[in-house]
């Protein structure tokens, strides 16, 4: 299948060709304003299927909204007459066509034309009215506040919010290039004259701001967001799309003694923290128990023993651990118990507990295994 994707180097271009390929549609003609405009004819042609994504968002002048959504809209659906193409056209519009602005005018204006195009040719035609799109790649500061925050807040850059309560109407880009394949596979989702995305996520500006702002200092408290929420996720992935290039690292605070190290790594209030323990040669850490807390080791480097024993018995229990079979260990309440580096070499364990540690209520008391 051969496909023409107009505006291929803009955000939802950029991520629909590359899941294109990822699907192994190798015949993707993508034309964008820097591509010879000779080329259109030949690729108007061949196409099997036209994704038409080019737009303006932001002109310089109120005149080229029509220019460059209605113009060039009309350019592309002539182009298919003078071929004698009536393959499938998907159309990129908005829901600011409901709307008596310069751009939302010009997108309604492209929607009329596709529609009369469907009238006259047979073609069909699927225009998609979307709400704010985000994801990565998207540019900050031009047609996306939520590319804008997370540039700005990932920068150190102060933001403007004008009206926190402001409803936003969001879909994110995977999964509107989820929809789009669908609609190649002539699979569409579809709504009276319209197609639209499946997943549609409605938050305030102000909740969607102190997301991202949680975001960061996250890094600071070695947490992670809630990945239960999927607008929380896919939000929490586009902001690290706009992380400095050079700030893709961020240190971990490691208690440091003559026996090794204990550094904790990430910490959540509903599926425990992680942290990473290193023992010297010889050296046993541990000899405590809990009421409530439960943890999980895993040796990933050297090798060694972990020992245990019920607090009111006299049977001492052990289990002989190695990076060379990994295998994890649970750490029953009630058992007091410890680990031993035996090897030669630092022992690297990761430790999973099931709750972070509250030095309010550590639920940790010493006694010899």
Sequence with gaps: MKILVTGAKGFIGKNLVAELRNQNYTDIFEYNKNTNPDLLGDYCKEADFVFHLAGVNRPKNESDFMDGNFGFTSILLDTLKRQKNTCPVMISSSTQAELANGYGISKKAGEDLLYEYNKVTGAKVLVYRFPNVFGKWCRPNYNSAVATFCYNVSHDLPITLNDPSVEMKLVYIDDVIEELINALKNKETSSGDFCRIPIVHTLTLGKIVDLIYSFKKSRE????????????????????????????????KMNVDQRGSFT??????????????????????????????????????????????EINSDEVIEYFVSAEKMEVVDIPTGYTHNIENQGVTDMVTIMWANEPFDPEKPDTYYLEV
């Design 221 to 252: 408290e070695r947490s992670i967001p809630d990945m239960s929420n999927s607008f929380e996720m896919k939000l929490y992935s586009t902001y690290l799309s706009y992380l400095p290039e050079d700030k893709f690292s961020y240190d971990l």
């Design 264 to 309: 904790e790594f990430i910490k959540t209030p509903e599926r425990g923290q992680v942290s990473v323990n290193i023992s010297k040669p010889g050296v046993t850490k541990g000899n405590h128990w809990h009421h409530t807390k439960n943890e999980k080791f895993l040796v990933v480097s050297g090798n060694g023993v972990i020992r245990f024993r």
